[in-house]
């Protein structure tokens, strides 16, 4: 009888141990997520004294602070005559190669586990995979030839690395891919912390970005915590021409692969093809979001595709001495559009003034311009201005009818 109360005690003592246990597991999870949360404000924080520093004073003695989005850059003036004319088959070459370089930094983590030991030195281990390989389920293993790893952080649950890798990416314009990385802690043998997966194919504008990742589980039982910050840019294997010349080449439109290949929508910037008896541009033109300047007099253009007005960073246009006998209306869209040359054309009375121009000469420099077209516009703007004015009654009476026709009286 004795022995079974002993039993009794035992059990009902061992659940309690266990109680506690887990009591203290969840205090210790909650004060490392409050332990994490304080070390994102201080984060925010000091990149928010970083952009405070980063203000400037204006003329009349206030502060400002200075344009943190992207603004376009000035463009450059090009002597495309001055240029030496590229072969046809060396712009194939670069154009067709879809391969990237990852420039990867590694720059801090916050709130990571600690170790067995109480403290915890971590190193990343990185590869680039299909995206649909499930690698993530095991380990990745440091020794394969196409792994990646960075340097030991100091032993904290608040790291930073601050390491810049070069990793090769097969392929863009094919295979999805993606970027696995995986933290150990090399102190406690290599136990491991968590991983982030990283989609590639959405990086490869050459734009660097940086971002917070939240460490993943790779099993249930895992005890992962914190996130880590990465820098990304994806830069073409080899160099990509920024400037193209085409001179005296007959063809009768561009060949695609000028603009439908993979670096090239990111990385050229300029392009001029001239004396190459070229009737039309093609649509896929748009794709070269980073052009700058399109210098395509001396051909046969009969027109020019709506889709031009895609190039937002389009600023120099030359299509004079063409066939051109109108203009698309899109183009009055391009507001970053500062010369215009249209000279030599075909526009005459009975095609009248593209419906472009009044939008366009607001902001940019159009040369080409027909004697005529200033004093059409002037009447057309008084004409439409004349239209304007107060409704006289009878305008006010029919409004009315048609309100309460709608029953909105």
Request: charged share 30%; aromatic share 4%.
């Amino acid at each position: 009888m004795a022995d079974k109360k002993k039993d009794r005690r035992s059990m009902f003592g061992g659940k309690k141990i266990k109680k506690e246990e887990a009591l203290d597991e969840e205090q210790e999870r909650q004060r490392r997520i409050k332990q994490l949360e304080d070390a994102r404000r201080a984060d925010r924080q000091a990149q928010s004294k970083h952009e405070i520093s980063r203000t400037t004073t204006d003329a009349s003695g206030s502060v400002s602070p200075r344009a943190n989005k992207i603004e376009l850059e000035e463009f450059e003036k090009i002597d495309f005559d001055a240029l030496s004319a590229l072969a046809l088959a060396d712009i194939k070459m670069f154009s067709l190669n879809s391969n990237g370089v990852l420039e990867l930094g590694i720059v801090k983590a916050l709130g990571l586990p600690p170790g067995k030991s109480g403290s915890v030195s971590a190193v990343c281990s990185c590869i680039v995979c299909p995206a649909a390989c499930k690698d993530h389920e095991k380990k990745i293993n440091p020794k394969k030839a196409e792994v990646i790893t960075s340097s030991c952080a100091a032993s904290n649950e608040n790291p930073e690395w601050g390491d810049t890798l070069e990793i090769p990416v097969p392929s863009l314009n094919g295979t999805e891919s993606k970027l696995l990385m995986e933290l150990h802690d090399q102190e406690n043998k290599g136990e491991f912390i968590g991983f982030v997966e990283v989609p590639l194919n959405n990086l490869g504008d050459t734009v660097q970005r940086e971002e917070w990742f939240p460490l993943q589980r790779r099993k249930k039982k895992d005890r992962v915590n914190g996130e880590i910050m990465l820098r990304t840019r994806i830069m073409p294997e080899k160099r990509v021409e920024p400037t193209i010349v085409l001179r005296a080449e007959k063809f009768p439109t561009v060949p695609s692969f000028i603009y439908s290949g993979y670096w090239s929508e990111h990385c050229v910037k300029h392009v001029s093809i001239t004396d190459c008896a070229i009737t039309s541009l093609p649509e896929g033109f748009a794709k070269l979001s980073g052009l700058q300047s399109l210098i395509l007099h001396s051909n046969q253009l009969m027109k020019l595709p709506g889709t031009i007005a895609k190039i937002f960073s389009l600023r120099i246009l030359d299509i004079h001495n063409n066939k051109l006998k109108k203009l698309p209306t899109e183009m009055g869209r391009m507001k970053n559009l500062r010369e215009l040359n249209i000279a030599d054309n075909l526009f005459d009375r009975d095609t009248g003034v593209p419906d472009c121009i009044p939008v366009l000469q607001k902001t940019c420099n159009i040369v080409g311009k027909l004697d005529w077209w200033d004093e059409w516009l002037e009447e057309h703007v008084q004409e439409v201005e004349g239209g304007e004015g107060e409704p006289d009654e009878a305008e006010i009476a029919a409004a009315m009818e048609r309100m309460k026709s709608l029953g909105m009286t």
